[in-house]
């Protein structure tokens, strides 16, 4: 056997290394943990050194192409002399030394798959990067700082062109003025509404979305502001039956803002819990998290939601911590249940919220409320469409 040893920044570049230079034969023996440079090994760099085994049957890959050596001519024709006694094919003999040429682990060659997709993935981000439009004055700094935000690439070159083409170039160079008229047109594409009671009929509110949202604790939020700051009869039902100690949860918010509280188990149920509460002015149902990927369970909301018997108005709770590829993909799964109104919750947990302004000009339902944190009754706002252009392009 010979053994070659390899130093770099990662495991899988070391053996990107090796595969590289022993080829496919190359066996790992081991691999530990080094330090280079630095003063006697003090204050060295991590480094990670691989120890391969190449068998003496096979050859490492050549570094510089080898000069052939010449063969002898190939000998004139000679005829063959027929004999009347068969020809008995004579085997081989076999090397006893010769040892069959091993593979090169299937983990190895993951670890190899991994670190070329992460190569490919560096290029395309740098492609993308040099494929950026250039703006004029300081509405690319602009621009740049809507794509930073998470803003999609086409609502922030939709929003920066409009500016572009509205306003003198000198202009352009004033920060304030280009941030004046971005928050402008985001505020433009945010739609937001006031959540209003229907006079005489009690209006019905269905909280749904995925699992982790913050529903039930939005509920209560709502809840509250309706019963103490509105003074409106305010009723709740829940059909979450599906998470443990759910419907305990919820009791003990209603318990402590004194409204009721009804637990639905069966879709049979849903209608006469509503009629029970049909003198009330408000009533919230809450329901269990869906995974929008499961249609089964968006099956299930679905076919329940449908027994109410009532014009329900289904509200599609979303996290601001949410990424807009995802958000996309939730609101478009919740379409097959139909939503009307969008909340978003846990904004004191988001680092930046373009999937907000990203997911409101792809969709048609406004937004009415954002929650800021755990605490009920007062962590909950009315969606405003310039505090969430200012969050939007992180002003504030």
């Known amino acids: ?193 006031e959540l209003s009671l229907d006079n005489g009929n009690p209006k019905i509110i269905t909280l749904i979305g995925p699992t982790g949202v913050g529903k039930t604790t939005t509920l209560a939020k709502i809840a509250a502001d309706f019963a103490f700051e509105k003074h409106k009869k305010v009723s709740v039902i829940t059909v979450d039956t599906y998470r443990i100690a759910a419907a305990e949860q919820l009791k003990t918010y209603t318990d402590i803002l004194g409204i009721p509280l009804e637990v639905v188990y069966f879709p049979s149920e849903f209608k006469k819990a509503i009629e029970t509460h049909s003198s009330s002015d408000l009533i919230l149902i809450d329901t269990a998290g869906r995974s929008q990927r499961n249609s089964i369970q968006m099956a299930e909301l679905k076919a329940f939601i449908s027994q109410a018997g009532y014009n329900l108005e289904n509200c599609l709770i979303l996290s601001s911590t949410t990424k807009y590829k995802e958000l996309l993909d939730i609101a478009d799964n919740f379409k097959r249940v139909s939503f009307h109104k969008v909340i978003f919750t846990k904004t004191d947990e988001a680092v930046c919220f373009g999937g907000i302004l990203s997911l409101s000009s792809k969709i048609e339902q406004p937004i009415i409320y954002i929650t800021t944190g755990q605490n009920v009754p007062e962590d909950i706002e009315q969606a405003n469409p310039t505090k969430l252009a200012k969050m939007v392009f992180g002003t504030i």
């Open 1 to 193: 056997m010979k053994y070659k040893t390899y130093v770099a920044p990662t495991l899988q570049r070391a053996l990107l290394q090796m595969a590289l230079d022993l080829g496919k034969d190359a066996l790992l023996v081991s691999h530990r943990n080094v330090r280079k440079g630095g003063i006697f090994g003090i204050f060295g760099k991590k480094m990670i050194e691989v120890t391969a085994a190449l068998p003496f049957t096979s050859k490492p890959k050549p570094e510089k192409p080898q000069v052939q050596p010449l063969q002898p001519q190939t000998p004139p024709y000679q005829p063959q002399v027929e004999s009347d006694q068969p020809q008995i094919p004579i085997p081989e003999p076999r090397n006893p030394n010769i040892q069959p040429q091993p593979q090169i682990q299937p983990d190895i060659i993951g670890m190899i798959q991994k670190e070329l997709s992460e190569i490919k993935q560096k290029m395309t981000t740098i492609m993308e990067e040099r494929s950026i439009i250039k703006f004029p004055g300081k509405s690319q700094e602009a621009y740049m700082r809507l794509i930073n935000n998470d803003v999609e690439k086409e609502v922030a070159e939709k929003i920066i062109k409009q500016i572009v083409a509205e306003a003198p170039p000198n202009i352009l160079e004033d920060e304030a003025f280009v941030e004046s008229r971005v928050l402008k047109y985001i505020a433009g594409i945010i739609k937001t509404e």
